[in-house]
C-alpha cells in the first residue's frame, strides 16, 4: 500500500505563517508537523510514501529518502499552486496500485487507515473519509444516498448544503481513479469534480468517523495539532537543564538540552520546551504550552495553552490560545485577550472576510519577526502579520499587516493645576499605519460609500514585480497606511484587470487582502466589458473610481455621471496618456496620499 501526500503550495488562510515554508513544517515539540504524519504511516504499516511538495520547500532537505525514518519517500514538484488534483497527477507516475491520498498535517493517519480498508470491498472504487460538521466554515460537502458518494459540493451557500457531512481530506483510492481525474478539466477543484464524476459510473462511498481528526487549514488549528500531539507527550527533562529548586514541574513536561528554568516557575504538563530556552523568575506556563529552540519566557509571563517559535523572548503578561512565531520581541506587561464578554465563539477576518472560528477561547496570532512594545494588549482572534511593530500601550483592535507600523496616537492635556493626564482613543492611530476613528470622524456619513481600486501601478509596484521575475511583491510606499485609514470610513474593493487567482495572490502576499470583502473584489481579464455590471452593482452608493488608466475613469463616468472618478498619475499607461478631449477626471493624483482627504471632502 502506498500514501501520496500533499505538501505543496502557500496556503493564504494560514497567514502569516504561510511564507517560508510549507505549513506542514512547522515544528511542534521540535519536530514538522510531517514527521508525526510520517510515524503515522507506519504504525498503519505503510512504508512506501509519495510526496508533493514545492520546488522551494525544505521538505526533501529535511526527510531525504526517508531511510532514516525506516520509509522510502519518493518527491514529486508542484511548482505552481493549482490545486490537489493537479498534484494528484503529477504523482501518478510513481503509483502502482491502490493508495491513500491525504493532506500533509494528518498526524492521526494511523487512527483511521483500517476503518478505510475495512469499509472498500471488492465493488468499491474508492472511500472517502468524512464527519458531520455543524460549526465553522462549511465545504467539501457530501451530496450521497445511503453511503454511496453522488457529489462533493464545494462552498455551498449557507442553508442550500446537500448535508451536513463533510470530507476531512483522506481518501482511498484504486489506480484506475486517476483516469477520470486526468479526463477532468484542470482548476482548482479538479480533484472534487473528478470524484463526483467517476462516482457517477463507480462505486465510490463515504465512511463516517467520529474519531478525532485534525485539520491545518487556519492558523488557530496548529493549536488542535499541538493539542493532538500533546497526548503522547512524556515526562522528560534533560540533565543537561538547570532547574532551580524552587521551580515547580507537575505532570507531563518535556524539557530539553540546556534549558534554564528559574526560581519560582510552575509549569502544568503537558508542556515542551525546546533547547537553549530560558525561563524567567515566577513565570507560569500550563494548559499545553509549546516552546521552541532558544527562546525567552520572561519573568512573571503566564502563558497558556500556546506555540511560541524559535528564537522569540518576551517580557511579563499574559499570552492565551494563541501562536507566536520565529524571532518575535514582545515587551513587558503584553496581553491577548483570548474570551469574549458575551463568551461567544470568536470570529476573525482572513482574506477580508469573517470567519467564524468554532473555538470560544482564541488569542493572538504574530507573525516572525514582529516587535511589540510595552503595555500592549490585543483582542481575541487578531493576527499580526510578520516584521510589523506595535508601538507602546497600543491597543490591538483589528489585523495588522505585514511590515507594519501600528501605534496608538496619544495627545497630551495640561490643566490649570498642571495635572497631565493622557488621553487617547484606541482607534485613533498614527497616519502613517493606521485608521481613524470611524465614529468620532462621522463615518456614518459614509456607511453607502466605497472605493474601488485597480491594482497594478495603482495600489501595486508592478514595474518592480516584473524586474524581480515576479519573486518580489512590492507595493507602493504609502498604500497601506491609506488602507487603514479608508477601513475606517467607508467600504473598499478592488476593480482591475488580470488572472483572478494571480492578482488575489498578490494581494495576499502582500496583507492588503484583509481591507478588502470577497463580493466587493472584482477582477476581470477584460475590465472594459465588465465596466457597466460592476458599476450598476453599486448604483445606489457613493462610488470612487481609482485607476491609472484614464480611459476607465472616463467610460465610468459616461455611463454613471455621479461615479467619482480619481486618476492616479504613475506607470507607464499614464504617463503615456493623451488628454480625452471633454472629459477630465474629478481629482487627479501623483500618489495614494490624498485620497482620505477626498473622500472626507467628497
Same mark, same amino acid.
Given at each position: 500500500?502506498?500514501?501520496?501526500?500533499?505538501?505543496?503550495?502557500?496556503?493564504? #488562510?494560514?497567514?502569516?505563517?504561510?511564507?517560508?515554508?510549507?505549513?506542514?513544517?512547522?515544528?511542534?515539540?521540535?519536530?514538522?508537523?510531517?514527521?508525526?504524519?510520517?510515524?503515522?504511516?507506519?504504525?498503519?504499516?505503510?512504508?512506501?510514501?509519495?510526496?508533493?511538495?514545492?520546488?522551494?520547500?525544505?521538505?526533501?532537505?529535511?526527510?531525504?529518502?526517508?531511510?532514516?525514518?525506516?520509509?522510502?519517500?519518493?518527491?514529486?514538484?508542484?511548482? /505552481?499552486?493549482?490545486?490537489?488534483?493537479? %498534484?494528484?497527477?503529477?504523482?501518478?507516475?510513481?503509483?502502482?496500485?491502490?493508495?491513500?491520498?491525504?493532506?500533509?498535517?494528518?498526524?492521526?493517519?494511523?487512527?483511521?487507515?483500517?476503518?478505510?480498508?475495512?469499509?472498500?470491498?471488492?465493488?468499491?472504487?474508492?472511500?472517502?473519509?468524512?464527519?458531520?460538521?455543524?460549526?465553522?466554515?462549511?465545504?467539501?460537502?457530501?451530496?450521497?444516498? @445511503?453511503?454511496?458518494?453522488?457529489?462533493?459540493?464545494?462552498?455551498?451557500?449557507?442553508?442550500?448544503?446537500?448535508?451536513?457531512?463533510?470530507?476531512?481530506?483522506?481518501?482511498?483510492?484504486?489506480?484506475? =481513479?486517476? /483516469?477520470?481525474?486526468?479526463?477532468?478539466?484542470?482548476?482548482?477543484?479538479?480533484?472534487?469534480?473528478?470524484?463526483?464524476?467517476?462516482?457517477?459510473?463507480?462505486?465510490?462511498?463515504?465512511?463516517?468517523?467520529?474519531?478525532?481528526?485534525?485539520?491545518?487549514?487556519?492558523?488557530?488549528?496548529?493549536?488542535?495539532?499541538?493539542?493532538?500531539?500533546?497526548?503522547?507527550?512524556?515526562?522528560?527533562?534533560?540533565?543537561?537543564?538547570?532547574?532551580?529548586?524552587? %521551580?515547580?514541574?507537575?505532570?507531563?513536561?518535556?524539557?530539553?538540552?540546556?534549558?534554564?528554568?528559574?526560581?519560582?516557575? #510552575?509549569?502544568?504538563? $503537558?508542556? *515542551?520546551?525546546?533547547?537553549?530556552?530560558?525561563?524567567?523568575?515566577?513565570?507560569?506556563?500550563?494548559? @499545553?504550552?509549546?516552546?521552541?529552540?532558544?527562546?525567552?519566557?520572561?519573568? *512573571?509571563?503566564?502563558?497558556?495553552?500556546?506555540?511560541?517559535?524559535?528564537?522569540?523572548?518576551?517580557?511579563?503578561?499574559?499570552?492565551?490560545?494563541?501562536?507566536?512565531?520565529?524571532?518575535?520581541?514582545?515587551? %513587558?506587561? =503584553?496581553?491577548?485577550?483570548?474570551?469574549?464578554?458575551?463568551?461567544?465563539?470568536?470570529?476573525?477576518?482572513?482574506?477580508?472576510?469573517?470567519?467564524?472560528?468554532?473555538?470560544?477561547?482564541?488569542?493572538?496570532?504574530?507573525?516572525?519577526?514582529?516587535?511589540?512594545?510595552?503595555?500592549?494588549?490585543?483582542?481575541?482572534?487578531?493576527?499580526?502579520?510578520?516584521?510589523?511593530?506595535?508601538?507602546?500601550?497600543?491597543?490591538?483592535?483589528?489585523?495588522?499587516?505585514?511590515?507594519?507600523?501600528?501605534?496608538?496616537? =496619544?495627545?497630551?492635556?495640561?490643566?490649570?493645576?498642571?495635572?497631565?493626564?493622557?488621553?487617547?482613543?484606541?482607534?485613533?492611530?498614527?497616519?502613517?499605519?493606521?485608521?481613524?476613528? %470611524?465614529?468620532?470622524?462621522?463615518?456614518?456619513?459614509?456607511?453607502?460609500?466605497?472605493?474601488?481600486?485597480?491594482?497594478?501601478?495603482?495600489?501595486?509596484?508592478?514595474?518592480?514585480?516584473?524586474?524581480?521575475?515576479?519573486?518580489?511583491?512590492?507595493?507602493?510606499?504609502?498604500?497601506?497606511?491609506?488602507?487603514?485609514?479608508?477601513?475606517?470610513?467607508?467600504?473598499?474593493?478592488? *476593480?482591475?484587470?488580470?488572472?483572478?487567482?494571480?492578482?488575489?495572490?498578490?494581494?495576499?502576499?502582500?496583507?492588503?487582502?484583509?481591507?478588502?470583502?470577497?463580493?466587493?473584489?472584482?477582477?476581470?481579464?477584460?475590465?472594459?466589458?465588465?465596466?457597466?455590471?460592476?458599476?450598476?452593482?453599486?448604483?445606489?452608493?457613493?462610488?470612487?473610481?481609482?485607476?491609472?488608466?484614464?480611459?476607465?475613469?472616463?467610460?465610468?463616468?459616461?455611463?454613471?455621471?455621479?461615479?467619482?472618478?480619481?486618476?492616479?498619475?504613475?506607470?507607464?499607461?499614464?504617463?503615456?496618456?493623451?488628454?480625452?478631449?471633454?472629459?477630465? $477626471?474629478?481629482?487627479?493624483?501623483?500618489?495614494?496620499?490624498?485620497?482620505?482627504?477626498?473622500?472626507?471632502?467628497?
Amino acid at each position: 500500500m502506498q500514501a501520496v501526500i500533499l505538501a505543496a503550495g502557500q496556503s493564504s #488562510r494560514m497567514y502569516p505563517f504561510e511564507n517560508e515554508i510549507h505549513k506542514s513544517m512547522i515544528r511542534i515539540m521540535g519536530k514538522p508537523i510531517l514527521y508525526y504524519t510520517i510515524e503515522a504511516l507506519k504504525r498503519s504499516k505503510i512504508f512506501d510514501l509519495i510526496i508533493v511538495t514545492s520546488g522551494k520547500s525544505k521538505t526533501e532537505q529535511y526527510f531525504g529518502d526517508g531511510k532514516k525514518l525506516g520509509v522510502s519517500i519518493q518527491y514529486v514538484f508542484q511548482e /505552481k499552486p493549482e490545486g490537489a488534483g493537479d %498534484a494528484l497527477l503529477l504523482a501518478g507516475k510513481y503509483i502502482t496500485g491502490d493508495f491513500f491520498l491525504l493532506n500533509a498535517s494528518h498526524v492521526e493517519i494511523d487512527t483511521l487507515t483500517e476503518d478505510l480498508l475495512n469499509a472498500k470491498d471488492k465493488d468499491t472504487q474508492a472511500v472517502l473519509l468524512a464527519r458531520k460538521k455543524t460549526t465553522g466554515v462549511i465545504q467539501g460537502v457530501l451530496k450521497f444516498k @445511503g453511503r454511496k458518494v453522488e457529489e462533493i459540493v464545494e462552498k455551498p451557500k449557507i442553508g442550500e448544503e446537500p448535508s451536513s457531512m463533510c470530507v476531512v481530506g483522506v481518501y482511498l483510492f484504486e489506480k484506475e =481513479f486517476l /483516469k477520470a481525474l486526468n479526463n477532468t478539466p484542470k482548476e482548482h477543484y479538479q480533484l472534487e469534480k473528478a470524484i463526483s464524476s467517476y462516482a457517477k459510473n463507480n462505486s465510490v462511498v463515504f465512511l463516517k468517523t467520529s474519531k478525532e481528526t485534525v485539520t491545518l487549514r487556519y492558523p488557530w488549528d496548529l493549536l488542535g495539532i499541538k493539542n493532538y500531539l500533546f497526548k503522547s507527550l512524556r515526562r522528560s527533562i534533560s540533565v543537561k537543564s538547570k532547574i532551580a529548586k524552587t %521551580a515547580e514541574i507537575i505532570g507531563e513536561v518535556m524539557i530539553q538540552d540546556n534549558v534554564i528554568i528559574m526560581e519560582g516557575v #510552575r509549569i502544568k504538563g $503537558p508542556c *515542551f520546551i525546546g533547547k537553549g530556552t530560558v525561563v524567567g523568575n515566577n513565570a507560569l506556563l500550563r494548559n @499545553g504550552v509549546n516552546i521552541g529552540e532558544n527562546c525567552l519566557v520572561g519573568s *512573571f509571563m503566564e502563558v497558556k495553552n500556546t506555540i511560541i517559535m524559535d528564537e522569540s523572548t518576551t517580557h511579563s503578561g499574559f499570552i492565551g490560545d494563541s501562536v507566536i512565531g520565529e524571532k518575535c520581541k514582545i515587551a %513587558a506587561q =503584553f496581553c491577548t485577550g483570548n474570551v469574549r464578554l458575551d463568551r461567544g465563539i470568536i470570529k476573525t477576518v482572513v482574506k477580508g472576510e469573517s470567519i467564524e472560528t468554532g473555538v470560544k477561547f482564541l488569542g493572538v496570532f504574530v507573525g516572525a519577526g514582529s516587535n511589540i512594545g510595552i503595555k500592549v494588549s490585543a483582542m481575541p482572534g487578531i493576527i499580526i502579520g510578520r516584521n510589523a511593530t506595535i508601538g507602546p500601550s497600543t491597543v490591538v483592535m483589528k489585523n495588522v499587516p505585514s511590515d507594519t507600523k501600528y501605534y496608538t496616537k =496619544f495627545q497630551e492635556i495640561i490643566s490649570k493645576k498642571n495635572v497631565l493626564q493622557q488621553v487617547f482613543d484606541s482607534e485613533v492611530f498614527d497616519r502613517e499605519a493606521q485608521t481613524e476613528s %470611524a465614529q468620532t470622524r462621522g463615518a456614518q456619513d459614509f456607511q453607502k460609500s466605497i472605493v474601488l481600486f485597480d491594482i497594478d501601478y495603482t495600489l501595486f509596484d508592478t514595474r518592480k514585480f516584473k524586474d524581480s521575475q515576479l519573486q518580489d511583491y512590492n507595493i507602493y510606499e504609502e498604500v497601506m497606511g491609506i488602507l487603514m485609514q479608508l477601513s475606517g470610513l467607508v467600504n473598499l474593493g478592488i *476593480f482591475s484587470k488580470g488572472e483572478t487567482d494571480f492578482q488575489k495572490t498578490k494581494l495576499e502576499k502582500t496583507g492588503m487582502m484583509q481591507f478588502f470583502k470577497e463580493n466587493n473584489v472584482h477582477i476581470f481579464n477584460d475590465k472594459d466589458a465588465n465596466l457597466i455590471n460592476v458599476l450598476e452593482k453599486y448604483k445606489d452608493s457613493k462610488l470612487f473610481l481609482v485607476d491609472d488608466k484614464l480611459g476607465i475613469l472616463y467610460s465610468a463616468k459616461k455611463h454613471m455621471p455621479q461615479v467619482f472618478t480619481i486618476w492616479v498619475k504613475r506607470g507607464p499607461f499614464a504617463k503615456a496618456q493623451k488628454p480625452i478631449e471633454g472629459f477630465s $477626471p474629478d481629482e487627479q493624483v501623483e500618489n495614494l496620499s490624498e485620497i482620505v482627504r477626498i473622500v472626507r471632502s467628497n
